[in-house]
């Protein structure tokens, strides 16, 4: 078995919001669980270690996603149906945003 470090249904590529960001591959359901994008440690920044799915998605005022904290994990789930080629959003707010 191959380590993949997102889930089979996203890809990273340029993004139109900033740098890199997540983008479905296919279509993904309303209120799916997508992964863990922060588990916990007091020794990085804000108190948590990003995960690769954690590192790569983007913010929005109207995200399709949002992550939520689970116990020592910060998870990602799908707030609505996301279309095939569309970027993963979520409204930050364990980082400051600079717009």
């Known amino acids: 078995m191959t380590y993949r470090p997102l889930p089979s249904f996203l890809e990273i590529r340029r993004s139109p919001i900033?740098?890199?960001g997540l983008f479905a591959?296919?279509?993904i359901g309303s209120s799916v669980e997508i992964g863990i994008t922060h588990i916990a440690d007091n020794r990085f920044e804000?108190?948590?270690?990003?995960?690769?799915?954690?590192?790569?998605f983007n913010h929005s005022e109207e995200p399709n996603c949002e992550?939520?904290?689970a116990d020592d994990l910060i998870k990602l789930r799908s707030l609505r149906f996301i279309q095939a080629g569309e970027e993963i959003?979520?409204?930050y707010w364990l980082y400051d945003v600079k717009m």
Do not use: C, E, K, Q
């Open 25 to 27: 591959t296919a279509d």
């Open 18 to 20: 900033d740098g890199l």
């Open 89 to 91: 959003t979520v409204r």
């Open 67 to 69: 992550a939520y904290v």
């Open 46 to 56: 804000n108190g948590y270690i990003r995960t690769p799915l954690g590192g790569f």
